[in-house]
């Protein structure tokens, strides 16, 4: 098997079912980007508090 054949068949159409609900390969590989795009967007958001905010609290409490 070449490598053009498995890129083919990795992006062959879903086979039809009897009223059977398939996706194909491509349809999967968009909604796993989809998501993993999500989770990284949600995952990343920038802090609430500013960056060394605890070094700073901890500066100031060894300080007083």
């Given amino acids: 098997m070449t490598i053009a054949s498995l890129g083919l068949a990795l992006f062959a159409p879903a086979k039809e079912t009897n009223g059977g609900f398939t996706l194909s390969t491509v349809e ?27 070094e700073k609290a901890e500066r100031d409490r060894i300080d007083d």
């Fill in 28 to 54: 999967i590989v968009v909604i796993v980007v989809a998501l993993l795009g999500i989770v990284a967007i949600l995952g990343f958001r920038a802090p609430d508090r500013p960056p060394h905010a605890d």
